[in-house]
Nanobody, 116 residues
Framework: QVQLVESGGGLVQPGGSLRLSCAAS????????MSWYRQPPGKEREWVAT????????SHKDSVKGRFIISRDNDKSMLYLQMNNLKPEDTAVYYC?????????WGQGTQVTVSS
């Protein structure tokens, strides 16, 4: 079955960087567009970024443009989110997501906390 396993979260100071990873299995990774979402504490889950199946097309939420970069390695079935110049408002649980018949399959999430 489809499995998505995120890693790379942690506690970082404002202005710092983290790289999130998502290991995918159970489907043909290179055939699917993939996304990152996040859920800040006490708020709804929100979209962060999407990458096309080939990796040649990306889109990012306005508030992370210029700071976050979504990428993928189809040979390794891996999805990444490079996060630079992190801000306290980036604190959230981050999820990778695969489109699935009008909804999404989610990983378990990885916590990112930006605090001094």
């Amino acid at each position: 079955q489809v499995q998505l396993v995120e890693s790379g979260g942690g506690l970082v100071q404002p202005g710092g960087s983290l790289r999130l990873s998502c290991a995918a299995s159970g489907f043909i990774f290179g055939n699917e567009a993939m996304s990152w979402y996040r859920q800040p504490p006490g708020k709804e889950r929100e979209w962060v970024a999407t990458i096309t199946s080939s990796g040649r097309g990306t889109s990012h939420k306005d508030s992370v443009k210029g700071r976050f970069i979504i990428s993928r390695d189809n040979d390794k079935s891996m999805l990444y989110l490079q996060m630079n110049n992190l801000k306290p408002e980036d604190t959230a649980v981050y999820y990778c997501a695969k489109p699935d018949s009008g909804t999404y399959t989610w990983g378990q999430g990885t916590q990112v906390t930006v605090s001094s």
